[in-house]
């Protein structure tokens, strides 16, 4: 499954009301393909925007440990009411010694609502990166241990139906599907 369109249009493109299934990356064909699951579902409901509170939690003067200034590979979700890729919002990650960095991708869907992908980055001199995605499940594991000192509740078990072919789903391993509920004071 792949769109055929140029470069994502900017975050501020109009969004889906569903939360988006995955991740698009560029196929070397010209066009996207499905690389990633996007599996990590946030509501925020009250006066803080999702969008905000994932903010106050993975960046800023607060939270050194995480940063944006790494330059990502091209990367973007589907928005089904749009019709075409849209690039993430935010994308942060935690850089630690060696490889298995914590990267998180982060798409506003409205004020309530945010996606989110999270991944290990895996060094591979192969990729055209150097690295790619991996480790799902422990990503988000890392995330929702960083989250669970301040206000957020974790539904659990969460399950995220991809729709992608068996065998793509079985190559990705556990995702740590997550739901995430942020609880302001």
């Not at 070397?28 to 999702?50: L, S």
């Not at 290990?120 to 499940?137: F, K, S, T």
Request: a negative charge; hydrophobic letters at 35%.
């Amino acid at each position: 499954m792949a769109a055929r369109t140029g470069s994502p249009p900017g975050p501020e493109a109009e969004r889906e009301r569903e939360y988006p299934y995955c991740v698009y990356q560029p196929d070397g064909d010209g066009g996207w393909g499905v690389t990633m699951p996007i599996n990590m579902h946030v509501t925020a409901p009250g006066e803080q925007r999702a969008l905000a509170a994932i903010d106050a939690e993975l960046a800023g003067l607060e939270n050194p440990r995480w940063t944006r200034v790494f330059p990502d590979a091209p990367t973007a979700a589907w928005d089904s009411d749009g019709g075409q890729l849209v690039a993430p919002d935010r994308s942060v990650r935690r850089p630690r010694l060696g490889d298995a960095w914590t990267h998180v991708h982060v798409w506003e869907l409205d004020a309530d609502r945010a996606a989110l992908h999270a991944h290990l980055d895996v060094i591979d001199l192969e990729y055209a990166y150097l690295h790619r995605g991996d480790g799902y499940h422990v990503a988000t594991q890392r995330v929702r241990e960083h989250l669970s000192g301040s206000n957020w509740r974790r539904e659990t078990p969460y399950r995220i139906e991809y729709d992608v072919e068996a065998e793509r789903r079985t190559n990705w391993g556990p995702t740590g599907d997550t739901k995430l509920e942020y609880v302001p004071d």
